[in-house]
């Protein structure tokens, strides 16, 4: 009786909305997603019950494995080299009396290029040949011509590469908007007491980001285990599946048949597992880092 005579019926019908949109693009296709990891249909014919099938069709998947192993070095890489890359550009670009805003909004241009138009860049820039601009590149250092794309070795770090730079510069605004609320009285504490640049960033700069650097971390391990654009842009997973991923191997399940559609029942079902496997992955991991970030 207290929430009717109260703002309760009002606030539900303000929210009433909402919660339709939110239900009907949200909630809607994850339920749908459940029933269809079940369900052997290829949205034209009729769907038919096959249970627990799909999921034992894409476990014994032999291109699983290989798709399971690319998605999991690509991830390993872009945190080896990918990751530090946003820190430190916000950590020099903090420090910078002037142009600091241009700098910042050069970082974050590559986030604003359309992917088709990056891509066409990247693969003028990857050019196998001694013409490649990298390779003219390595050229005047007497290294190359590296086989970017075009080699199993050489093609997931090439991909790598390209994904930090497109990403990079929103990392880089997030850096730089909680540096600013690092005190700047600590930093001048610590140079009276004779600190280099890198006993500021130990003992300061990085405790004061941690919380931001725990939550960008998970953020790029969900981001780089659903890994699609690049490889399908630049190699379409070749070359002999030596960049293809987990959420290519769904497109192809669901996209790549010629025989009257794919099978979405097979692209549902892996598209569930990666979705538990990333819930209990970040559920475990918030848990692991709970007294890290506090």
């Given amino acids: 009786m207290r929430w009717v005579r109260g703002s309760g019926p009002a606030t539900l019908l303000f929210l009433l909305p909402m919660l339709l949109v939110f239900g009907l693009f949200s909630w809607w296709p994850i339920a749908r997603t459940v029933v269809m990891a079940f369900q052997q249909t290829n949205l034209v014919e009729p769907a038919h019950w096959v249970g627990l099938d799909n999921f034992h069709r894409v476990l014994t998947d032999p291109l699983l494995p290989t798709a399971i192993r690319n998605t999991a070095v690509f991830a390993g890489l872009a945190f080896v080299f990918g990751y530090p890359v946003p820190l430190l550009l916000a950590v020099v670009m903090s420090d910078l009396r002037r142009l600091r805003g241009l700098y910042a909004a050069l970082a974050y241009l590559p986030v604003v290029v359309p992917p088709a138009v990056a891509v066409l860049l990247w693969q003028f820039f990857y050019d196998a040949t001694d013409t490649g601009v990298f390779n003219t590149a390595l050229g005047w250092f007497g290294i190359g011509p590296v086989p970017w794309l075009v080699s199993p070795h050489w093609v997931l770090p090439a991909l790598v590469i390209q994904a930090t730079w497109a990403a990079a510069g929103g990392t880089v605004i997030i850096y730089l908007a909680a540096l600013t609320s690092v005190p700047r009285e600590l930093y001048d504490a610590a140079q009276v007491d004779g600190a280099g640049v890198l006993r500021k960033l130990w003992h300061i700069t990085l405790p004061h980001l941690r919380g931001i650097m725990l939550v960008t971390l ?77």
Avoid: C, K
């Fill in 218 to 294: 998970i953020l790029q391990i969900i981001g780089t285990a659903q890994v699609f654009l690049e490889p399908y842009l630049f190699t379409d997973g070749g070359p002999d599946n030596a960049s293809l991923t987990v959420l290519l191997l769904i497109y192809n399940y669901a996209f790549g048949s010629t025989t009257g559609g794919g099978d979405y029942g097979d692209a549902t079902a892996l598209s569930l597992m990666l979705a538990v496997a990333l819930a209990l992955l970040s559920w475990l991991y918030f848990r692991l880092t709970r007294s890290w970030s506090e």
